[in-house]
């Protein structure tokens, strides 16, 4: 995702601490990476998350932990966003 160019830094380490706290909240969650985007000309920030299967995935995304990650800290800085689900 692209957070909007006046994104403080603080209001970026505290969006990246909040989503590190998921794992530990939400069950459903294999494996969890979040961080900052290294290459200035692409996404400003990632997040690459692994589940057992896509009821494990929808648990994740109807998480009030996640659905209240996304409402106050993603949301209010996103310029644009782009995801993908795949099973493999």
Do not use: C, W
Not at 37 to 54: H, R, S, T
Not at 57 to 67: D, G, I, L
């Amino acid at each position: 995702m692209n957070l909007k160019a006046d994104t403080a830094p603080e209001a970026v380490d505290t969006i990246l601490e909040e989503l590190r706290k998921l794992p530990s909240e939400i069950s459903a969650i294999r494996e969890y990476q979040v961080g900052p985007g290294l290459n200035p000309g692409n996404a400003g920030l990632a997040i690459v998350a692994l589940f057992d299967d896509a009821e494990a995935f929808e648990k994740y995304r109807n998480h009030p932990a996640h659905r209240a990650v996304a409402q106050d800290h993603l949301v209010p800085a996103m310029e644009s966003a782009q995801s993908i689900q795949l099973e493999v």
